[in-house]
Nanobody
Framework: QVQLVESGGGLVQAGGSLRLSCAASGRSFSRYAMAWFRQAPGKEREFVAAISWTGGGTYYADSVKGRFTISRDNAKNTVYLQMNSLKPEDTAVYYC???????????????????WGQGTQVTVSS
């Protein structure tokens, strides 16, 4: 049974920072690409960032490039999303997802990821 558990969300003022964590269990975490998506009320789930199974490849949505950083610690079975210079438009529920085995991290569509966490709320006030 694969389980992904996100944490680290909360309320922050514009310009502030948060670090999200996603703890994985139930599969060989280090062999799978991982990603973060987000979904705001009334909007579709959108790609935020992804990382290859080795951690050597990282990919970002244009809207977060230069502000967010995805990383992974395979020894801890955890993927992180460091979010800096947060904006009100970053407000959403953030989900981590597990992708393909030995994946490059280039996948940006939700259907390309087969396991999802329950999500963590991030609210950025203006």
């Amino acid at each position: 049974q694969v389980q992904l558990v996100e944490s680290g969300g909360g309320l922050v003022q514009a310009g502030g920072s948060l670090r999200l964590s996603c703890a994985a269990s139930g599969r060989s975490f280090s062999r799978y690409a991982m990603a973060w998506f987000r979904q705001a009320p009334g909007k579709e789930r959108e790609f935020v960032a992804a990382i290859s199974w080795t951690g050597g490849g990282t990919y970002y949505a244009d809207s977060v490039k230069g502000r967010f950083t995805i990383s992974r610690d395979n020894a801890k079975n955890t993927v992180y999303l460091q979010m800096n210079s947060l904006k009100p438009e970053d407000t959403a529920v953030y989900y981590c997802a597990s992708g393909s085995r030995y994946g490059s991290g280039r996948s940006r569509e939700p259907h390309e990821y087969d396991y999802w966490g329950q999500g963590t709320q991030v609210t950025v006030s203006s």
